[in-house]
């Protein structure tokens, strides 16, 4: 190709090349290079670029390609090793093993010829001089894919006998390969041990700790360490997702998914590799991925969804079902030529009992973005009876009533079971009263009808209070569709009425006080329906506040609602003095107490007493607790939670939102389940309590999404999970949580401010990943939203933290102009320390570019000007000004820095001692600005200062005055101790000084 005109340019190419992304462009370029490596005519040219193809083509989907270069190589060797220089002789011989797990993934490459090979790599081993490990590992390699076991052990056992030499794998990849023998052999401790220095980043590599992360998902799933098993898959895919050759892991990252739980997770990571059903360069890593495919499919069939669109080979459209067949006679099929090939069922017994595995955990939450693919759970155990109990209708009334009698949850269902046992059977007429009574709490809005039957046959059953307790719940039904006022009317007769038959003793305290419960429920909603329609309006305490008419004038609270107010206050009081200290063992009857007093709190925080409010929806929480309903708390809990934020309580907000999730159980609905832990996250984490926020943080994701809220409200939890997860420095997860909530992030529903503070986050995880530039573009979109903002601060910083990533980014004119654009924010801020800092970030970008030493002097001495000119202006108050004295010190210890880098290596001697001098002046200056400081963080800079200014004594020749300097830092630190870090390398650092001088002053 055009630009390839030596060899110098080649070399260049091909690691331009090596950077690309892995795939079948990559892998043309090293085709065309290697075309223009021969036409240069120099051996040593055509083999590294003959190693360049065989790399590339091993870190892709087309490793079959990688057996033609390396037998041209070892033929080259063999003819004329000396065209060969060190680095290219010691390639040769590592590649070996490459060959020799190249031709185990490929099942028409006979047995015969891999055992052959393995001898050949063995002998030129022991020719070149290398130790056995490798042949050793390799060995392994082919016992363990055939199903040698006893072979495997004694290779496995050799291989770690043998001693590391530079043909041996990295240590990271020998610790994954002997912990997945381990957790092959259903050690999967012992694994989890082999591999943690890998996992805790003390071994890396180019594909470490990918593989490890994948290998380790199914062995901590069968430990029951779910949460580890979650934050490696999370960790672990960010690192597999860009790497085309490492389609195994991939698999095992779909293993995972199918399961937890994760079908649609599952599916996505489908959709994003379409290649891998299809590409053939390595059948194994093609059958690892077709196997998982096929239990991820079967997971989806046994929940229904058989023919649920689901991603797979391009060509055509695939259902569940269809791409669960496809896949499990693919897979079989491949694993079918590997066994002919090794003459053993092993391959094929491997796969199919993957694709058997049972899930190991029926739901494990992510934190990320998914919308499940199986309908979700109901939030209750539906009442079930088989065909012989619905003959038993006998025994289907006695536990309806039971559950009816004890406000049990699906009581309704019960009643629903009950009858359809009695369709055809006759019932005496109480029976069927309490049917249709039933029938009518399960329709909700339609039930009005329903109730009024009811009441006619409690009547005909002789139970006259009964009767009037169905119409009051009519009338309740009728308050709940915003029909009030018909409501109010339509239970004023059964209240006369229940009144009148209590007193005479001809009904119960049960029916008397459902239906004064039924009268001031309906006067709460009119209550309610004030505060709504605008006679007054809540405030944030919850209080009535008036409103202006028309006229923009506030009247005075109007006697019709107050009269609202006091109507339903007496209704309620009258129902607690009906019900209250009741002692029996009834507990609709303490729930109608524990109802009550919610209905006081309510009334209370309507009228402006929110603290009244607080203590009455306590007693009510607890009473329903006592009652043995704690699930009826749960309401009310949230409601006390949301008042003692106000008032400031954080510690009973705490304590009210743990117990609602406590008492509701199984019975709390996804979404109030969603709300609630979000609530409580927010609180702990606000206490510094990261970990714990996180849990209710992905807890909050979980439920939002069961509830079909994912866009919404799971979108702010996974916001909220990245925000801790940050925090705990667990970077890889926190980008991935961010990554995917940030698609649902919109200023109109969650507000610019989230979706700013979700992009500075993300862009802070990738920072610590080490991915600068994409750090940068989620800096810059989060400054552009900022941008718009009238308080100036967060779109500075945001441009700042652009300009350190653009810098590291290798971008830098793009990260001088981010840090002028901050700096000009600052400046318009007033901020001189951001203002300083942007100058000497810039000046040391200056520094960098061809010609630009004077550039960055001139920049770096701005900032020291910036500083002289805010400490001259003597505003500031004492501590700003002790900061800004400080800030000041740092500008000179770094101009000094600057400066002594900035004499250029080929300059003439003077020119360097010139740059030197200049350079002691300014760290001098820095030495003098921390001496005025007194604090510990002054000590340490003047210290490391003075020793700076130490060396540029060495390096010009004054041993004495060098020593000086050195014994300065020692004197400072007299009687110090050693625990601190910084005095122990300071007071290091000084001695070596010391030593050195005393050479230089031996030597003149």
């Known amino acids: 190709m055009a630009g390839i005109t030596d060899f110098d340019s080649l070399r260049r190419a091909m690691a331009e090349n090596s950077e690309r992304p892995e795939g079948p462009a990559r892998n043309a370029r090293a085709e065309q290079l290697l075309a223009e490596a021969e036409k240069l005519g120099i051996p040593l040219a055509v083999i590294e670029a003959l190693g360049h193809q065989l790399k590339v083509y091993n870190y892709s989907s087309e490793k079959d390609k990688m057996f033609v270069p390396f037998a041209r190589l070892l033929r080259m060797w063999d003819e004329r090793p000396e065209d060969f220089d060190e680095y290219e002789t010691h390639s040769l011989h590592w590649v070996f093993k490459w060959m020799s797990s190249g031709m185990l993934d490929q099942p028409h490459v006979p047995l015969a010829s891999i055992e052959k090979w393995l001898g050949e790599m063995e002998h030129r081993y022991r020719l070149a001089g290398h130790s056995e490990r490798a042949v050793r590992s390799a060995e392994f390699s082919v016992a363990a894919h055939v199903g040698d076991l006893p072979r495997a052990e004694r290779a496995y056992t050799a291989w770690l006998a043998a001693d590391r030499d530079s043909m041996a794998d990295c240590h990271a990849c020998e610790l994954h390969g002997q912990g997945w023998w381990q957790a092959e052999r259903g050690r999967d401790a012992e694994a989890l041990l082999l591999w943690r220095p890998v996992l805790e980043g003390e071994f890396t590599c180019a594909h470490e700790p990918h593989t490890v992360l994948a290998s380790s998902l199914v062995p901590l799933l069968r430990l029951g360490r779910a949460d580890e098993a979650r934050a490696n898959h999370l960790r672990g895919f960010r690192l597999v997702r860009p790497m085309e050759s490492m389609r195994g892991a991939y698999a095992d990252h779909v293993e995972f998914c199918a399961l937890t739980g994760n079908e649609a997770r599952g599916l996505e990571l489908l959709a994003e590799r379409p290649a891998y059903f299809t590409d053939t360069g390595q059948p194994r890593s093609r059958l690892d991925f077709l196997s998982v495919v096929a239990l991820l499919m079967d997971r989806l069939v046994e929940v229904g969804l058989a023919d649920r669109e689901v991603p797979g080979p391009a060509g055509r459209s695939w259902t569940a079902g269809e791409l669960a ?53 109901p939030v209750a155990t539906p009442v079930t009876v088989s065909p012989e109990e619905e003959r038993d209708l006998p025994a289907l009334l006695t536990e309806a009533r039971r559950l009816s009698d004890t406000l049990r949850p699906n009581a309704v269902e019960a009643w629903a079971a009950v009858a359809r046992a009695a369709e055809g059977v006759e019932l005496d007429v109480r029976d069927r009263a309490e049917i249709v009574d039933h029938e009518a709490m399960g329709r909700g809005p339609e039930g009005v009808e329903l109730f009024e039957r009811a009441a006619e046959l409690y009547a005909e059953a002789g139970d006259p209070g009964e009767a009037l307790a169905a119409r009051t719940r009519a009338a309740y039904v009728r308050a709940l569709t915003g029909r009030v006022d018909e409501a109010v009317a339509a239970v004023a007769e059964p209240y006369d009425a229940i009144l009148a038959l209590y007193a005479d003793e001809a009904t119960g305290l049960r029916q008397t006080a459902s239906v004064l419960m039924g009268r001031a429920r309906v006067l709460m909603r009119r209550v309610q329906e004030l505060a709504e329609t605008g006679a007054g309006v809540n405030g944030e305490d919850g209080a009535v506040r008036e409103v202006p008419d028309e006229t923009g004038t506030v009247p005075s609270r109007t006697s019709s609602a107050d009269g609202v107010l006091a109507e339903a206050e007496r209704a309620v009081r009258e129902l607690l003095a009906l019900v209250g200290g009741y002692a029996g063992d009834d507990v609709r009857i303490a729930a109608r107490e524990a109802e009550g007093l919610a ?375 007299d009687g110090a101790g050693t625990e601190d870090e910084t005095v122990r390398a300071r007071r290091a650092e000084a001695d070596q000084l010391l030593q050195v001088t005393e050479e230089q002053a031996r030597g003149q």
């Not at 090794?342 to 939450?365: D, F, K, Y």
């Not at 995917?740 to 969650?750: G, I, M, Y």
């Not at 750090?775 to 718009?788: C, D, P, Q, V």
């Not at 800004?884 to 001692?913: K, M, P």
């Open 325 to 377: 067949t496809h896949a499990r006679t693919e897979a079989l099929a491949l694993a079918a030529r590997f066994d002919e090939r090794n003459g053993t069922a092993h391959v094929g017994e491997r796969a199919r009992a993957r694709m058997a595995q049972s899930p190991l955990v029926e739901r494990l939450p992510l934190g990320v973005r998914a919308v499940r693919p199986a309908p979700a759970a």
């Open 599 to 973: 209905m006081l709190a309510e009334l209370a925080l309507q009228g402006g007493d929110p603290e009244g409010a607080v203590e009455l929806f306590t007693r009510a929480s607890d009473g329903f607790v006592a009652a043995g309903l704690p699930w009826f708390a749960v309401e009310y809990e949230a409601r006390l939670a949301g008042l003692s934020h106000h008032l400031g309580d954080i510690a009973g907000t705490e304590r009210a939102l743990r117990a609602a999730l406590e008492h509701g159980g199984t019975q709390l609905e996804a979404v109030g389940r969603a709300q609630l832990h979000l609530q409580l996250a927010e609180v702990v984490g606000g206490r510094g309590l990261a970990v714990e926020a996180a849990e209710h943080s992905l807890e909050a994701a979980h439920w939002a999404d069961e509830a079909g809220e994912g866009p919404t409200l799971g979108a702010w939890a996974r916001h909220q999970l990245g925000g801790f997860l940050l925090r705990q420095g667990r970077f890889a997860e926190a980008a991935e949580v961010l990554e995917s909530a940030l698609p649902d992030l919109t200023v109109e529903t969650h507000g610019d401010g989230a979706v700013v503070q979700a992009q500075w986050w993300l862009g802070d995880c990738l920072s610590e990943l080490g991915e600068h530039r994409e750090a940068a573009e989620r800096r810059l979109r989060a400054a552009e939203i900022a941008r718009h903002w009238p308080e100036q601060h967060d779109h500075a910083t945001l441009a700042h933290l652009a300009a350190e990533s653009l810098g590291a980014a290798g971008l830098p004119a793009e990260a001088d102009q981010a840090y002028a654009r901050a700096g000009e924010l600052w400046r318009s801020l007033g901020n001189v320390h951001g203002l300083v800092r942007s100058l000497r970030a810039r000046a040391w970008l200056a520094l960098r570019a061809d010609d630009g030493a004077d550039a960055a002097r001139e920049l770096m001495s701005a900032a020291v000007g910036e500083c002289e000119r805010v400490l001259g202006a003597d505003e500031a108050e004492a501590e700003a000004r002790e900061r800004l004295v400080a800030e000041l010190g740092h500008t000179h210890r770094q101009f000094g820095d600057l400066l002594a880098r900035s004499a250029a290596e080929d300059a003439d001697d003077d020119a360097i001692r010139a740059a030197l001098e200049d350079a002691l002046v300014q760290v001098g200056e820095a030495v003098a600005v921390f001496a005025s400081l007194e604090d510990e963080d002054a000590l340490h800079s003047r210290t490391g200062a003075e020793l700076a200014a130490g060396w540029l004594e060495a390096d010009l020749g004054r041993p004495a005055d060098a020593a000086d300097r050195a014994r300065a830092v020692l004197r400072a630190y």
